[in-house]
């Protein structure tokens, strides 16, 4: 195809036609601890389960989706939609846990040396990630006009390939002005999978964000480090949905809320990253109604909190920070911190050195001493003092097999770890707020039962809505569904407003096939990048829009 | 000879260390105050904290204290934004320039002057002193940020920004020795577009007498004071904002989100700078009304519904609401969200030669300057 005088689709999140008889909705929320499911019919919870998240992921999903068809009763071949949010990633980067290992490549020298890549990172992220053994600046990388700044080093990237060889598992590449001309990075990526093979999972800069380096090149490389966290937790949703014979698309919740094809979101985790905790706020706002406020949502490894306003996690400002990093991603105002039932409570005698960040998990049940095992957890915290009572019809296992255990844990060490949770989760609901009034907090997940919910500071009143323990499973049912349209434009020939108006309608009709209602949907992001490198005013046009499903 | 040596010499005794925090600080009060320009203060301050992580003291006194026949000269960088926070530099730039410049005028440059307020454009300056080993004086040349060389506090009461060197970061150097500053600024604006679309400068050499009677004074202890204050009220939830209104004494004009921005793409190679209009939608009080801005480089000139509200000099500074971090012309977005903030120019700034070198009608809009003031009391009620 020809860059053309009209307005011509490149792209789009697409999914299979929706039948109307096919109303049952399948969620998944796949946590570091638990896998939550619900089965919706609208916007009515039809049944909820709760597995343990195996370390396959599969066998999580495949347990918690036969508890809900089998509570239910529901026919497989009318569900019309399988949606999954998880904090896997997140996890993943907040723990520093099962990140891979990133050859890092900015095509860019003799310019933006004065700040290598990785520059302001947590020095414990960079090493997870390989730290700068790894990182590679290149001569090479494109002028505003096009122009090479200096031919692209390919000798050099082979070279630091060889050395990288057998120890990473994913390349980013991030080229001077590639958003705007990709030739370099494409080059690279050539290269790269020379020396590495096929199979090495490679992130382009210029696929994950627009103009401004240092932030683009953050979010290539925390997509590189995650991308294979996601794969798993991708296929392992495929496959378990295959096994039951659900035939519907697969979605997965996105950063702002909305859903993403599955498959789109394979090779882009970055978009994803806080897919858990934007499937609660939704969940959260739907269950209980209220609109102002903070969501908390505790997991067995991690909290996430959200401040709401009016019904949606308030907008995060220019620079966003995911693990600790500064990036230009589109991303509610999140906050994560490693604490969840999971957490091990460290300890020297009676005194608490630190809550995690480590987790035992879905060990939990094998290794926290309510259990039998030796480690303490903030669960065993919650269970010493007696502030679970009942069994939840979605655990399967008790909340304590060893209560001989706990009875042996010293009163004041257990005194001085609820103390510890407690000033944690304030001190997190704390950062979010923006007012110094106290506000309504809604606490959710499986790990709300396990924390102090009494005189929370900053807080007016703590809300467990019906569901609770399975918010974001709910969440991911009722959120929007995403879709794009991109468009060549010549603003030689054609009025840009005019070109806008016609790409966003584009948009709004891949919306609309994905499952949105039209008059729902609503335009999230619009970017132009120009053809400088060309002649005449070219421009690439690119619209995101959200809209409802029910 | 060190920095401490040149104040032994001077017999200043009264200065301030800027460490990591300060800078931080400084950063954040200047990238508010550039009106949207200025650079991206992540390159900024990642370049000078380099410096001090190398042990280099970077050390800031009052205009007053430097001797009148000391030398001091700008450093910075001139070109298109978005360019700029593309391509960051290699770091050895500005010192390419300062060593030229010092060559070519056959004497030492003993101190700098930030050219203006800027995530860049404040911290790089410092640092590069830093690293010479020469003070940094406090003060700039605009109290803000604007596109182009001359427009300066400096050039309007007769300073010559000549000589003036422009490095890429190749090592590539252009010096221009002009008697005329407008013809200055196209010769370092055409080495910016040859260089890629920005330049490395050094320039602006000044005397103490001519800095103490032609710069901002003592701007950058206003910044920094802005930087603690916006700091501040992020840990305690207060209003950012409303801090920035308390020391400035500007106008909270309008808020609402970011619903188009229209670039003149191609700008950056074909004039040297970053160009366009952004148009922001109204929310809470001002819903159903509608905010244009023009930019080129930095916010020049705001309309609201449809009225003039704010003309160059005066600031126009658009910031997040919940953090006060400046939203800047290189990198704003459609659904950014934002406050706009009008603030009046330093009176240095507002003289019959500085209109007529960066008023509304050096800019192209045919209209005589009104200060902000002027145009906003008249809106009110």
Redesign the interface.
């Known amino acids: 195809m020809e860059a053309g005088r009209t307005v011509r689709n490149l792209g789009v999140v697409g999914v299979g036609n929706m039948e109307t008889k096919r109303e049952l909705r399948v969620g998944f929320d796949v946590g570091g601890t638990f896998t939550d499911g619900v089965l919706m019919c609208g916007r009515e919870v039809l049944a909820k389960a709760k597995s343990l998240t195996t370390p396959d992921v599969t066998g999580g999903i495949v347990e918690a989706l036969e508890a809900v068809m089998t509570k239910s009763g529901a026919n497989p071949a009318e569900v019309a939609m399988v949606s999954l949010g998880t904090t896997h990633t997140t996890n993943a980067l907040i723990e520093r846990r099962n990140l891979n290992q990133v050859g890092i490549f900015r095509l860019?020298?003799?310019?933006?040396?004065?700040?290598p890549p990785l520059?302001?990172w947590p020095e414990s992220l960079k090493e997870a990630i390989g730290g700068h053994e790894l990182v590679h600046i290149i001569r090479g990388?494109s002028?505003?006009?096009g122009?090479d700044?200096?031919p692209l080093d390919k000798k050099a990237i082979e070279d630091a390939c060889k050395s990288m060889k057998g120890k990473v598992d994913s390349v980013s590449i991030t080229g001077?002005?590639s958003p705007i001309i990709n030739d370099h990075e494409e080059q690279s990526a050539e290269i790269v999978r020379n020396v590495l093979g096929e199979d090495i999972p490679i992130t382009l800069s210029h696929r994950i964000a627009?103009?401004?380096?240092?932030?683009r090149e953050n979010s290539t490389i925390l997509n590189a480090s995650v991308i294979t966290v996601m794969r798993r937790a991708v296929n392992s949703l495929k496959a378990a949905v295959r096994k039951r014979g659900i035939d519907a698309p697969l979605f997965i919740v996105q950063n702002d809320g909305s859903v993403m094809s599955a498959d789109y979101a394979i090779d882009y985790p970055i978009f994803t990253v806080a897919s858990g905790p934007a499937a609660s706020v939704r969940g959260s706002v739907y269950l209980s109604g209220i609109e102002d406020g903070v969501v908390v949502d505790i997991g067995g490894t991690s909290t996430d909190v959200a401040y709401i306003v009016k019904g949606f996690p308030?907008?995060s400002?220019?620079?966003v920070n995911i693990g600790g990093v500064?990036t230009?991603i589109?991303c509610p105002d999140l906050l994560s911190i490693a604490l969840g039932g999971g957490t091990i409570v460290k300890h020297k005698d009676d005194d608490v050195i630190e809550l995690g960040p480590e987790s035992v998990g879905y060990n939990l049940v094998r290794l926290g001493k309510s259990f039998g095992g030796p480690l303490l957890t903030v669960h065993d915290t919650a269970v010493a003092l007696g502030k679970l009572q009942q069994k939840l019809d979605v655990f399967k296992t008790d909340y304590v097999t060893h209560p001989e255990k706990i009875n042996a844990v010293p009163k004041a060490l257990i005194k001085n770890a609820w103390v510890a949770i407690k000033t944690t989760i304030e001190e997190v609901i704390?950062k979010m707020?923006?007012?110094?009034e106290p506000v309504p907090a809604i606490f959710i997940g499986g790990g709300a039962l396990v924390v102090p919910r009494e005189k929370i500071i900053g807080v007016s009143e703590v809300l467990m809505p019906d569901h609770f323990e399975v918010g974001g499973a709910v969440g991911t049912t009722i959120a929007e569904i995403g879709a794009y349209a991109e468009g060549v434009v010549d603003?030689d020939i054609e009025d840009?407003a005019e070109a806008i108006v016609e790409v966003t309608e584009r948009a709004k009709d891949n919306a609309e096939a994905a499952g949105a209602i039209r008059n729902t949907v609503e335009?999230?992001?619009?970017?132009?990048i120009?053809f400088?490198y060309m002649p005449g005013?070219r421009?690439k046009i690119r619209i995101r829009v959200k809209g409802q499903v029910l | 000879m060190g920095v401490r040596e040149i104040l032994r010499k001077w017999g200043v005794t009264d200065f301030q260390v800027i460490d990591k925090k300060a800078l931080s600080e400084i950063t954040l009060g200047a990238s508010i105050l550039a009106t949207g320009g200025g650079g991206d203060p992540e390159i900024g301050l990642l370049w000078a904290y380099n410096v001090v992580d190398q042990g280099k003291e970077i050390l800031l006194i009052d205009p007053e204290a430097m001797p009148d026949e000391a030398l001091a000269a700008i450093a910075g960088c001139l070109g298109a934004a978005l360019v700029l926070t593309e391509k960051p530099p290699n770091g050895q730039e500005l010192f390419w320039c300062y060593d030229s410049l010092r060559r070519y005028m056959g004497k030492s440059i003993e101190a700098v002057v930030p050219p203006e307020a800027g995530g860049v454009n404040t911290p790089v300056p410092m640092a590069v002193a830093g690293a010479v080993g020469i003070p940094v004086i406090d003060a700039d040349g605009m109290g803000r940020a604007f596109p182009e060389l001359q427009m300066t506090s400096f050039y309007i009461h007769g300073v010559s920004p000549s000589p003036t060197a422009a490095a890429d970061e190749k090592g590539h150097v252009t010096i221009c020795d002009a008697s005329d500053a407008l013809l200055t600024e196209r010769i370092i604006r055409n080495a910016a577009m040859a260089y890629g679309g920005i330049s490395w400068i050094a320039g602006y050499p000044m005397t103490g007498r001519q800095l103490k009677d032609t710069a901002i004074l003592r701007s950058i202890s206003m910044a920094w004071d802005l930087g603690k204050r916006v700091f501040n009220a992020r840990r305690k939830h207060l209003d950012p904002i409303a801090e920035a209104i308390n020391l400035t004494g500007g106008y909270r004009a309008f808020q609402g989100k970011i619903v188009d921005i229209d670039r003149e793409f191609g700008a950056e190679k074909t004039k040297g700078f970053s160009l366009g209009r952004i148009t922001v939608e109204g929310t809470d009080d001002f819903k159903g009304r509608t905010v244009v801005v023009d930019f080129q480089n930095e916010w020049l000139n705001l309309e609201i519904d449809g009225e003039v509200r704010c003309m160059p000099p005066d600031l126009i500074c658009i910031l997040d609401p919940a953090t006060g971090e400046p939203i800047r012309t290189d990198i704003v977005r459609y659904g950014y969200r934002g406050t706009v903030l009008l603030i009046p120019a330093h009176e240095r700034m507002r003289t019959e030669r500085g209109i007529a070198t960066f008023g509304p009608r050096y800019f192209g809009y045919d209209r005589d300057y009104i200060p902000v003031e002027r145009l906003m009391e008249s809106t009110s009620g």
């Open positions: 860019g020298a003799p310019a933006t040396t004065a700040i520059t302001g990388g002028e505003y006009d122009r700044i200096v001077v002005f627009t103009i401004s380096l240092l932030e308030r907008e400002s220019i620079t500064k230009n589109r704390d707020k923006t007012t110094p603003l840009r335009v999230i992001d619009v970017e132009e120009p400088t005013k421009e």
